[in-house]
């Protein structure tokens, strides 16, 4: 069982940046892949980032386009998303997750992850 906990979210201006974290309960942290995935009011969640349980390889969501940077302390039992040059459409509630290690190294849909936290929300204005 792990426990997932986000925090770092916040109202910002467009154009600042932010760090998500996504603290986990448990010692087995590295042995698992992680995921970010976002929910704005209205619209289904979606991928954003994931990350393999060794931290080597990434996948992202095609509109991050080099903004987004997901990373992982194995060590600190901690996960990373930072966001730069945020932008009102990045305006969400931001979800960690973690997939046990599988075939698929770098999970990337919401059936892939076994444990989810309770989300941090971001917003951006104009």
């Known amino acids: 069982q792990v426990q997932l906990v986000e925090s770092g979210g916040g109202l910002v201006q467009a154009g600042d940046s932010l760090k998500l974290s996504c603290a986990a309960s448990g010692r087995t942290f590295s042995r698992y892949a992680m995921g970010w995935f976002r929910q704005a009011p209205g619209k289904e969640r979606e991928f954003v980032a994931a990350?393999?349980?060794?931290?080597?390889?990434?996948h992202y969501a095609d509109f991050v386009k080099g903004r987004f940077t997901i990373s992982k302390n194995n060590a600190k039992n901690t996960a990373y998303l930072q966001i730069n040059s945020l932008k009102p459409e990045d305006t969400a509630d931001y979800y960690c997750a973690a997939a046990v290690a599988r075939t698929v190294v770098v999970p990337s849909t919401r059936a892939e992850y076994d444990y989810w936290g309770q989300g941090t929300q971001v917003t951006v204005s104009s």
């Open positions: 990350i393999s349980w060794s931290g080597g390889s990434t």
